[in-house]
């Protein structure tokens, strides 16, 4: 028993040993690292005094030109020496003031400018496209539009190095450009010698795609621990390119779509981050209308991402700030991705067959939906047979309109009724006299007689809703519509201007939009010949309400994507239309009232919809007696 508690024992001494030396170590090398920084910054200092002694003892014996060359000499060494503590074997790659050098390659649809300095994209050109400004006169100025092109971007990557206290930048490094031709470029930054460097591979593979791959060869003894990944940051400063700057910041922000999950994004409304230690598939910083995507290869993934927005002021020449930091896993010393540089169009995007389509802004949940496989078909449908996207739009608003022509011709059906009823609602107005509430249920009495529902009109609007709203998100997100220009407007994903005016009213702007307006007017016309025959002296607030609400929303609707408001406007000339030629062309108003006279001899059911809306009124007129006559009481009391 002895023996065994003793070997116990010793078994457990020799795990604690074990346990000690190990942190030992761990404690050891932190010293060595920390005392090899230590030691290369006293080898500078060693060596300025060494540099300085030589010099004084060769200012006595020397002329001035030798003493002048003896100073190079020193400020040399110093630099080298600076180079080192900063760079470690990566001093000779080291950029130092150096611009670096421009180097193009060229697609059907875009030119990509990389630059040596940081081996990085430093602009992308779209020729398809251009960015459209205003000058002080409100004349339009065209431009070149460029993705990627701020100087304050970075696009680096941060390694440790042994016997440097921080991490390098790669945006620091001069990268040597070994391979160029048509279509591919190498870059590589040498670490001490030529068998030692990092390489980063751009190759095109279609109009705005590159293959892109970073390998460390010979680097097993450079870098600082076992490398696992390495880490990429980007900060990309976002140009203001889109005339509504409004609709642009809130339309652009940064994307991430993990292995296994849906796609999510940071905040369009204000600055947001997002962290995560998980494989991401692909990270985007996308405007309203372009977008710069990192894409990793099917067989690799992202292990760590960190997205952020940082909003910008007004005054700033930049719209947003979007920052990512990337963890690349290293199998075999190397890591493959795609760069995607260009428009955000739909089916270019839905081929990477990894839900990069949805950074495109057309909404979520049900109104993404009809945005996606319901509008944006059928606007691709009339585009492909006619040029004009406006008159795509009258195409397509004319169709909707008979799609729900059945449901109107009721709307129009019932109003016919109700304007049927009006000699008799007259009669009640008599007897009853100046008892709205009396008023409003024999009104219902009357309606539940004739088989009248007074709701029956609110159909077509509320089905229309939905369209409306997934049209308020598609216009302002679909390139298609990107300044294709009908009528007086010249951006149909953007507001009309009509005129400027020359000083900017709260909520409204310093502009007009004549599709705005004329919507307004439409509508108060619509109104005025549905409602002309509607009785409405049982809550004449309604009356005037209806006329009032056209006129607050052109404040709302003045900024406004066109292709919205045009939209509207005609879907009111066709509502115009559809009504007149229903209800004096179509209905048969004798038809009508021999309706409503044969529905009065029919049994009437009970617990339908007019019965219960009869009901509903005349105990709220009760409840209305009941508090009306306690308030008398109290009064009296008083």
Not at 181 to 209: H, M, P, W
């Amino acid at each position: 028993m002895k023996d065994k508690n003793g070997l116990i024992g010793f078994i457990l001494l020799g795990l604690l040993m074990l346990l000690y030396f190990y942190v030992s170590n761990n404690d050891y090398q932190k010293h060595l690292d920390e005392q090899r920084v230590k030691d290369s910054l006293a080898l500078v200092e060693l060596e300025k005094t060494r540099i300085q002694d030589s010099l004084t003892q060769i200012s006595t014996a020397t002329t001035a030109a030798d003493t002048s060359q003896a100073s190079v000499m020193e400020q040399d060494s110093l630099k080298d020496m600076r180079l080192m503590v900063q760079y470690g074997d990566f001093a000779m790659s080291a950029a130092d003031g150096n611009a670096g050098e421009d180097i193009v390659m060229e697609t059907p649809k875009a030119i990509f400018t990389f630059n040596s300095k940081g081996g990085m994209i430093k602009k992308v050109k779209l020729k398809e496209f251009k960015k459209i400004n205003w000058d002080e006169n409100k004349e339009k100025i065209e431009s070149d539009l460029l993705l990627l092109e701020d100087q304050k971007n970075k696009f680096s990557f941060n390694i440790p190095i042994k016997g440097v206290a921080n991490p390098i930048s790669t945006s620091d490094l001069n990268f040597t450009p070994v391979e160029k031709n048509g279509n591919k470029i190498v870059f590589r930054a040498f670490a001490g010698s030529t068998n030692k460097y990092l390489e980063q591979t751009y190759t095109i593979k279609s109009d705005y795609i590159l293959d892109y791959d970073v390998k460390l060869v010979g680097l097993e003894n450079v870098l600082q621990g076992n490398a696992e990944y390495i880490e990429l940051e980007w900060d990309n400063y976002l140009d203001k390119i889109e005339r509504a700057v409004d609709y642009e910041k809130s339309y652009t922000t940064v994307y991430h779509k993990y292995k296994e999950g849906k796609y999510t994004y940071c905040s369009c409304r204000g600055d947001d981050e997002i962290k995560k230690e998980k494989a991401t598939e692909w990270v985007s910083h996308s405007n309203q209308f372009f977008n710069t995507s990192l894409i990793a290869n099917p067989d690799r993934a992202f292990s760590y991402v960190e997205n952020e927005t940082k909003m910008m002021g007004e005054d700033s020449e930049d719209l947003k700030l979007l920052r990512t930091k990337l963890h690349l896993p290293l199998a075999n010393n190397q890591f493959g991705m795609q760069i995607y540089s260009g428009p955000n169009e739909f089916n270019r995007l839905a081929a990477f067959n990894n839900e990069l389509e949805y950074i495109i802004p057309f909404g979520s949940s049900i109104l993404g939906t009809i945005n996606r496989w319901v509008i944006r078909p059928l606007f691709n449908f009339f585009s492909s047979f006619f040029g004009s996207m406006g008159l795509v739009i009258i195409l397509v608003t004319f169709l909707v309109k008979m799609l729900l022509y059945p449901l109107t011709y009721k709307m129009l059906y019932s109003q016919s009724k109700m304007a049927a009823l009006k000699p008799k609602i007259e009669e009640l107005k008599k007897k009853i006299g100046d008892d709205p509430q009396a008023l409003q249920v024999e009104q219902m009495k009357l309606y539940r007689q004739t088989g009248v529902n007074p709701l029956g009109g609110c159909m077509p609007m509320i089905l229309q809703m939905p369209i409306w709203i997934a049209l308020y998100r598609f216009f302002p997100a679909a390139i298609e519509f990107r300044q294709a220009s009908f009528l007086w407007a010249d951006d149909l994903a953007s507001y009309d201007v009509f005129a400027w005016l020359p000083f900017h009213i709260p909520m409204y702007g310093a502009h007009i939009s004549l599709f705005t307006i004329l919507w307004a007017i439409t509508t108060l016309i619509y109104t005025y010949y549905n409602s002309k025959h509607l009785d409405m002296t049982a809550n004449p607030s309604m009356k005037y309400m209806q006329y009032f609400m056209p006129v607050m929303f052109l404040f709302f609707f003045n900024s406004l994507a066109a292709g919205l408001t045009c939209y509207m406007f005609f879907s009111n000339l066709m509502n115009i239309a559809q009504t007149i030629i229903t209800k004096n062309f179509i209905i048969d108003k004798e038809k009508v009232l021999a309706e409503l006279e044969g529905f009065k001899a029919k049994p009437k059911k009970k617990g339908g919809f007019q019965d219960r809306l009869s009901k509903a009124f005349e105990e709220a007129q009760k409840a209305q007696e009941i508090r009306q006559q306690e308030m008398a009481k109290k009064k009296k009391k008083k």
